[in-house]
Nanobody, 118 residues
């Protein structure tokens, strides 16, 4: 069974930083595109960042470009999201997603709350 466990969320002041981690229990990590999504109250879930299986290519939402960095450690089966210069509008529940590139199946974590105060 695939499990994704996020950690690192919390309360931070605007301009601060947080680092989210997503640890996986799966052998598919090496063939999974890893993504971070977020969902704010009353809003749809949106893609924040993604990283390819090798880690060579990353993509970001325009709203976080230049402030957030996604990375992965394939040996540790963990993906990270470094969030700098946080803004109140970054407040949301952040979800880790693993997309199996062999069968196109998606796995989700339970989410971690990030709250940025002004």
């Amino acid at each position: 069974q695939v499990q994704l466990v996020e950690s690192g969320g919390g309360l931070v002041q605007a301009g601060g930083s947080l680092r989210l981690s997503c640890a996986t229990s799966t052998n598919i990590f090496g063939i999974a595109v890893m993504r971070w999504y977020r969902q704010a109250p009353g809003k749809q879930r949106e893609l924040v960042a993604a990283i390819t299986t090798s880690g060579s290519v990353t993509t970001y939402a325009n709203s976080v470009q230049g402030r957030f960095t996604i990375s992965r450690d394939n040996a540790e089966k963990t993906v990270y999201l470094q969030m700098n210069s946080l803004k109140p509008e970054d407040t949301a529940v952040y979800y880790c997603n693993a997309h199996n590139t062999y069968n196109n199946y998606d796995y989700w974590g339970q989410g971690t709350q990030v709250t940025v105060s002004s």
